[in-house]
């Protein structure tokens, strides 16, 4: 690879036109088209979509910059008095990447104007992973990203000579219940990392019942409970004073986000859950009370079916 340039040589003269106006006929190309315009003595800026020029005679010096791929062109001696200080990394087309994808990388070597010159081959980069669940960069420059329960934060670096830079990546987490051994359960990630740590972790399953209570940690995640501070959920079924064929039921907490359906048979052997006949709930804090209107006969067995979106 050439040294990177720093321009030194001397002006020797300047030629001063004449100061009229210029009219130049329309110009394109393959990205760019600037329609007929007029620049005088001093320069003027023309741009399309895609390209900027700020032009000048009077200064000698100009500057012509393309929106995609960003690149800079400084014209003249004054305009390319600049060092090259560092390596621009980036990941076209965003800061972020979802979980388990792949994204190319970028460099250009930065300049200490801010500006970047014309991008570098990705195979002359020493690409590294800094942090985070970036689990593989190619030679090439295509980084690919690990599961993760949260969106988290990764920084990638490059090198080229003796320049360095690096980038910082969010890799999304686009899938609840997908991280490592916690995956495919029916629980969310965040949740079992919340209460169990990071995995493996045997207590953090779907059917553990780690503090005794008789409920597993998949009800109690959909229920939003504690798994691990002994708190459960409760029904309770009381007469109501004066109403033989009634009953109250009441069942504690209730959360929003969630749904509750008061359902009940009379045979525990045979048949199934239907809906009650129900009374409006009557919430108060985190109890929800509702009356079964139609509570007569023998025997009657409820449930409270918890659904979370």
Request: no cysteine; aromatic share 8%.
């Amino acid at each position: 690879m050439k040294p990177l340039p720093h321009q030194l040589s001397l002006l020797s003269f300047i030629l001063v036109a004449t100061l009229v106006s210029v009219h130049a006929g329309p110009r394109s190309s393959a990205n760019y088209s600037i329609i007929t315009d007029a620049a005088d003595a001093g320069g003027k800026r023309t741009t399309s979509a895609n390209y900027t020029n700020d032009g000048s005679a009077g200064r000698v010096a100009g500057l012509s910059s393309v929106a995609a791929p960003a690149e800079t062109a400084k014209h003249g001696y004054v305009g390319q008095l600049y060092d090259i200080v560092a390596l621009s990394v980036t990941a076209p087309p965003s800061t972020s990447l979802n979980e388990t994808a792949s994204r190319q990388l970028a460099a250009a070597p930065l300049a200490d104007d801010g500006t970047t010159l014309a991008a570098l081959d990705p195979v002359t980069v020493g690409w590294s992973i800094v942090s985070g669940p970036i689990t593989s960069i190619s030679p090439g420059g295509l980084a690919t990203a690990g599961n993760v329960y949260q969106n988290t934060a990764a920084t990638v670096g490059g090198s080229a000579q003796s320049l360095t830079g690096q980038f910082g990546l969010t890799v999304l987490n686009v899938s609840l219940d997908d991280f490592a051994n916690y995956g495919g359960d029916g629980i969310d990630d965040a949740w079992q990392v919340q209460y169990f740590g990071q995995p493996p972790n045997a207590n953090a399953g779907p059917n553990a019942d780690v503090s005794g209570t008789g409920q597993t940690n998949l009800f109690k995640y959909i229920a939003g409970l504690n798994p691990i501070d002994g708190s459960r959920f409760t029904l309770a079924i009381a007469p109501v004073p004066g109403q033989t064929g009634q009953k109250n039921l009441s069942f504690n907490p209730v959360f929003a986000g969630r749904t509750y359906t008061v359902t009940a048979k009379g045979d525990l052997s045979t048949g199934s859950y239907s809906p009650i006949n129900g009374s409006l709930p009557s919430d108060n804090g985190t109890t929800r009370t509702v009356f079964d209107l139609s509570a007569s006969g023998t025997a009657k067995f409820y449930r409270v079916e918890i659904t979370k979106p």
